[in-house]
């Protein structure tokens, strides 16, 4: 049953495969007569937004939508059968709300067995009571929704898993020009977001191939560039952690990469792994004899910093024994 609050403005709109459709919502569960709010996207700080025909895990949602006007506001009751899954949506909705932003509008991919099987949920807490009542003791619901806007599926970003292989293809060279703009412009973090997000997609792209299989291979070796790109984006922000994993990740398929070699020389001298750093720096000096000087003066710098260390840990052992043994003085 539907009831219109507010009746908006226009036609319905066109709701085509794809399309996204941005709404707030309150959840209502009526309990002896006294209306109890389960769930209020405007406190929860975020709009649901729903991928029209993409099988979204509460059907009825989409049903209930296509109704609206944008601008409208209606309250909907529906029958228990048909929300079985509001907890598990629910559940998703809170966690995407309560993060740093990046809501999945459908949570596609994470249509676990739990959230098909009611009875599996019985036997384990999904980690919120009122939603933990509602599967032991399933109700009707209402629903109080606003459709705020419908926006047809050229006119967004899409996400990565809404793309065809051939779309995140072009996503990843688009992503690595952006990174590489970025980075000339000295914007290493803003690069190396460009540059994860292309590794990401690479990945789901990898994840469709047999390991081993041509594809797979060329896929793989697509990701050299990026990690070695986003190497020197680390080394720049002072996280050397990171830089010695992305250049582990090139040595690990291009062995004989000249730039990951000297990168991760220089990741393991700030970190202070001192004789990992001098074997980096003499590989990247046996692929390429051009480094030599650079590799000469940057051991140098190596020995500095491993007698600097060694001192200050001496001064430090010093200083400990010099404690004890005046407390030991004392005593006496």
Wanted: net charge neutral; aromatic share 8%.
């Amino acid at each position: 049953m539907k009831g219109i609050i507010y009746p908006g403005k226009g036609e319905i709109p066109e709701f085509s495969l794809d399309s996204k459709a941005i709404f707030h919502f309150q959840t209502i569960r009526i309990i002896n007569g006294e209306e109890k709010i389960i769930d209020d996207s405007r406190k929860l700080g975020k709009p649901m937004e729903l991928l029209i025909g993409k099988k979204f895990k509460l059907e009825i949602w989409e049903s209930l939508v296509k109704t609206m006007r944008i601008g409208e506001v209606a309250r909907f009751h529906c029958r228990a059968a048909t929300v079985l899954n509001y907890p598990f949506v629910s559940k998703q909705f809170r966690k995407f709300a309560s993060n740093s932003g990046n809501q999945r509008e459908n949570d596609h991919g994470d249509h676990s067995h739990e959230s098909h099987c009611c009875g599996m949920a019985l036997q384990k807490s999904i980690g919120h009571d009122d939603l933990d009542e509602l599967i032991k003791s399933p109700s009707d619901l209402d629903f109080i929704i606003e459709l705020i806007d419908v926006i047809s599926h050229d006119n967004y970003e899409k996400e990565i898993w809404q793309m065809s292989s051939e779309e995140q293809l072009k996503q990843t060279k688009e992503l690595k020009e952006k990174g590489n703009q970025a980075f000339r412009l000295n914007n290493y973090q803003e690069a190396s977001n460009f540059y994860e997000k292309a590794l990401a997609i690479l990945e789901q792209l990898i994840l469709k191939e047999k390991p081993g299989d041509e594809e797979w291979i060329s896929l793989d070796k697509m990701r050299i560039p990026f990690y070695s790109n986003l190497a020197q984006c680390k080394l720049n922000l002072s996280d050397y952690y990171g830089a010695k994993r992305a250049c582990d990740e090139v040595i690990n398929r291009e062995p004989t990469n000249v730039k990951a070699w000297f990168r991760r020389g220089k990741a393991n001298l700030e970190i202070g792994e001192f004789d990992l750093a001098v074997g980096d720096f003499d590989k990247s000096a046996i692929l390429d004899p051009n480094l030599q000087q650079s590799v000469s003066k940057l051991k140098v710098t190596v020995e500095k910093e491993r007698k600097a260390t060694i001192d200050s840990e001496r001064s430090k052992f010093a200083g400990k024994l010099f404690g004890k043994s005046t407390i030991t003085k004392t005593e006496i």
